[in-house]
Protein backbone atom coordinates (compact mmCIF):
# COMPACT_ATOMS: atom_id res chain seq x y z
CA UNK A 1 0.00 0.00 0.00
CA UNK A 2 3.07 2.18 0.88
CA UNK A 3 4.04 2.14 -2.31
CA UNK A 4 1.25 2.29 -4.44
CA UNK A 5 0.93 5.85 -2.81
CA UNK A 6 4.36 6.68 -3.42
CA UNK A 7 3.52 6.57 -6.85
CA UNK A 8 0.76 8.48 -6.85
CA UNK A 9 2.57 11.27 -5.47
CA UNK A 10 4.84 10.72 -8.15
CA UNK A 11 2.49 10.28 -10.96
CA UNK A 12 0.90 13.56 -9.84
CA UNK A 13 4.29 15.68 -9.22
CA UNK A 14 3.84 17.31 -12.22
CA UNK A 15 1.29 19.49 -10.09
CA UNK A 16 2.74 19.76 -7.54
CA UNK A 17 6.10 21.04 -9.22
CA UNK A 18 3.65 23.65 -11.56
CA UNK A 19 1.97 24.93 -8.25
CA UNK A 20 5.50 26.15 -7.02
CA UNK A 21 7.01 27.18 -10.65
CA UNK A 22 5.46 30.60 -10.45
CA UNK A 23 7.45 31.55 -7.51
CA UNK A 24 10.50 30.55 -8.70
CA UNK A 25 9.93 32.47 -12.28
CA UNK A 26 9.15 35.45 -10.23
CA UNK A 27 12.92 35.51 -9.44
CA UNK A 28 14.07 35.01 -13.11
CA UNK A 29 15.85 37.97 -14.43
CA UNK A 30 15.13 37.19 -18.31
CA UNK A 31 11.49 36.51 -17.53
CA UNK A 32 10.75 39.88 -15.39
CA UNK A 33 9.01 41.00 -18.95
CA UNK A 34 6.49 38.64 -18.91
CA UNK A 35 5.22 39.81 -15.92
CA UNK A 36 1.73 40.53 -16.83
CA UNK A 37 -1.39 39.66 -15.29
CA UNK A 38 -3.87 37.38 -16.74
CA UNK A 39 -6.70 39.38 -15.88
CA UNK A 40 -6.51 41.37 -12.96
CA UNK A 41 -9.83 42.06 -12.16
CA UNK A 42 -10.93 38.86 -12.07
CA UNK A 43 -8.07 36.78 -10.78
CA UNK A 44 -5.67 39.74 -9.03
CA UNK A 45 -2.65 41.11 -9.99
CA UNK A 46 -0.65 37.68 -8.92
CA UNK A 47 -1.65 35.70 -11.24
CA UNK A 48 0.13 36.45 -14.88
CA UNK A 49 1.35 34.83 -17.94
CA UNK A 50 4.50 34.24 -16.67
CA UNK A 51 3.59 32.29 -14.25
CA UNK A 52 1.08 30.07 -15.62
CA UNK A 53 3.45 29.40 -18.97
CA UNK A 54 6.21 28.48 -16.96
CA UNK A 55 4.57 26.47 -14.43
CA UNK A 56 2.66 24.43 -17.35
CA UNK A 57 6.26 24.31 -19.44
CA UNK A 58 8.30 23.07 -16.08
CA UNK A 59 5.47 20.28 -15.22
CA UNK A 60 5.64 19.06 -18.85
CA UNK A 61 9.75 19.07 -18.55
CA UNK A 62 8.88 16.88 -14.75
CA UNK A 63 6.58 14.77 -16.83
CA UNK A 64 9.65 13.97 -19.33
CA UNK A 65 11.74 13.14 -16.66
CA UNK A 66 9.63 11.06 -15.47
CA UNK A 67 9.58 8.88 -18.26
CA UNK A 68 13.36 8.19 -17.80
CA UNK A 69 12.41 6.94 -14.06
CA UNK A 70 8.84 5.27 -14.53
CA UNK A 71 9.77 2.07 -13.36
CA UNK A 72 11.72 3.60 -10.12
CA UNK A 73 8.73 5.70 -9.73
CA UNK A 74 5.98 2.65 -10.17
CA UNK A 75 4.42 5.00 -13.05
CA UNK A 76 4.07 1.86 -14.93
CA UNK A 77 1.60 0.79 -12.46
CA UNK A 78 -0.85 3.18 -13.94
CA UNK A 79 -0.37 2.62 -17.51
CA UNK A 80 0.59 5.69 -17.78
CA UNK A 81 3.95 7.18 -19.33
CA UNK A 82 4.29 3.75 -21.80
CA UNK A 83 6.03 7.34 -24.55
CA UNK A 84 7.89 10.07 -24.09
CA UNK A 85 5.24 12.01 -25.49
CA UNK A 86 2.82 10.69 -23.42
CA UNK A 87 5.13 11.50 -20.25
CA UNK A 88 5.24 14.85 -21.49
CA UNK A 89 1.79 15.32 -22.39
CA UNK A 90 1.02 14.22 -18.26
CA UNK A 91 3.05 16.43 -17.02
CA UNK A 92 1.73 19.51 -19.57
CA UNK A 93 -2.29 18.46 -18.51
CA UNK A 94 -1.61 18.37 -15.06
CA UNK A 95 0.48 21.75 -14.88
CA UNK A 96 -2.61 22.95 -16.60
CA UNK A 97 -4.93 21.60 -14.22
CA UNK A 98 -3.24 22.56 -11.27
CA UNK A 99 -2.55 26.35 -12.66
CA UNK A 100 -5.94 26.12 -13.65
CA UNK A 101 -8.00 25.86 -10.73
CA UNK A 102 -5.21 28.20 -8.72
CA UNK A 103 -6.66 30.59 -10.81
CA UNK A 104 -10.06 29.56 -9.99
CA UNK A 105 -9.40 29.99 -6.58
CA UNK A 106 -7.93 33.21 -7.27
CA UNK A 107 -11.46 34.05 -8.99
CA UNK A 108 -13.49 32.74 -6.01
CA UNK A 109 -11.36 34.89 -3.78
CA UNK A 110 -11.92 38.21 -5.45
CA UNK A 111 -15.40 37.72 -5.65
CA UNK A 112 -15.16 37.05 -2.07
CA UNK A 113 -13.51 40.34 -1.53
CA UNK A 114 -10.46 38.75 -0.21
CA UNK A 115 -7.41 40.66 -1.05
CA UNK A 116 -4.71 39.27 -3.50
CA UNK A 117 -1.89 37.85 -1.25
CA UNK A 118 -4.35 37.12 1.90
CA UNK A 119 -5.44 33.46 2.65
CA UNK A 120 -8.18 31.69 2.16
CA UNK A 121 -8.03 28.63 4.45
CA UNK A 122 -8.14 24.66 3.16
CA UNK A 123 -9.38 26.02 -0.35
CA UNK A 124 -5.62 27.57 -0.78
CA UNK A 125 -3.87 24.28 0.05
CA UNK A 126 -5.99 21.97 -2.53
CA UNK A 127 -7.31 24.44 -5.04
CA UNK A 128 -4.39 23.39 -7.21
CA UNK A 129 -4.75 19.03 -6.78
CA UNK A 130 -8.30 20.07 -7.40
CA UNK A 131 -7.60 21.15 -10.54
CA UNK A 132 -5.21 18.63 -11.55
CA UNK A 133 -7.95 15.59 -10.31
CA UNK A 134 -10.46 17.13 -12.32
CA UNK A 135 -8.35 17.71 -15.75
CA UNK A 136 -6.52 14.67 -15.61
CA UNK A 137 -10.04 12.54 -14.81
CA UNK A 138 -10.02 11.13 -18.27
CA UNK A 139 -7.08 9.30 -18.35
CA UNK A 140 -6.71 8.17 -14.50
CA UNK A 141 -9.85 7.77 -12.33
CA UNK A 142 -8.76 7.71 -9.11
CA UNK A 143 -9.99 5.98 -5.74
CA UNK A 144 -11.54 7.46 -3.32
CA UNK A 145 -8.68 6.68 -1.02
CA UNK A 146 -6.25 7.88 -3.51
CA UNK A 147 -8.38 11.42 -3.37
CA UNK A 148 -8.43 11.24 0.33
CA UNK A 149 -4.88 10.61 0.29
CA UNK A 150 -4.18 13.33 -2.21
CA UNK A 151 -6.64 15.90 -0.80
CA UNK A 152 -4.18 15.83 2.67
CA UNK A 153 -0.85 15.89 0.97
CA UNK A 154 -1.42 18.65 -0.99
CA UNK A 155 -1.72 20.91 1.68
CA UNK A 156 0.96 19.30 3.28
CA UNK A 157 3.72 19.67 0.64
CA UNK A 158 2.11 22.94 -0.16
CA UNK A 159 2.76 24.50 3.32
CA UNK A 160 6.55 22.96 3.32
CA UNK A 161 7.09 24.69 0.05
CA UNK A 162 5.88 28.18 0.73
CA UNK A 163 7.51 28.20 4.16
CA UNK A 164 10.58 27.40 2.18
CA UNK A 165 9.87 29.90 -0.10
CA UNK A 166 9.13 32.41 2.23
CA UNK A 167 12.88 31.72 4.03
CA UNK A 168 14.13 32.45 1.13
CA UNK A 169 12.90 35.68 0.47
CA UNK A 170 10.60 34.74 -2.55
CA UNK A 171 7.60 34.83 -0.83
CA UNK A 172 6.14 37.90 0.88
CA UNK A 173 4.25 35.21 3.20
CA UNK A 174 4.56 31.60 4.97
CA UNK A 175 1.26 30.34 4.03
Same mark, same amino acid.
Given at each position: ?6 ? +?? !? +???? @? &?????? #? ?35 ? @? ?6 ? %?? &?? %? =? ?7 ? %? =? ?6 ? =? ?24 ? #? ?20 ? #? ?14 ? @? #? ?6 ? =?? !? %? ?9
Amino acid at each position: MFWHFFA +LL !A +LYLP @A &FIANGA #PVVASKAPGLRKWNVPIAAEWFGNNKTWRGYICGIFV @AGITGAVE %HF &FR %H =TLLLVSFGL %H =TSLFQSIG =TGLLLGFGALSGDILKSFVKRRMGIP #PGNALPVLDGIDYIIGALVVFL #PFYVPTWWEILFLLIA @A #PVLSLLSN =TT !A %HILGWKKVWY
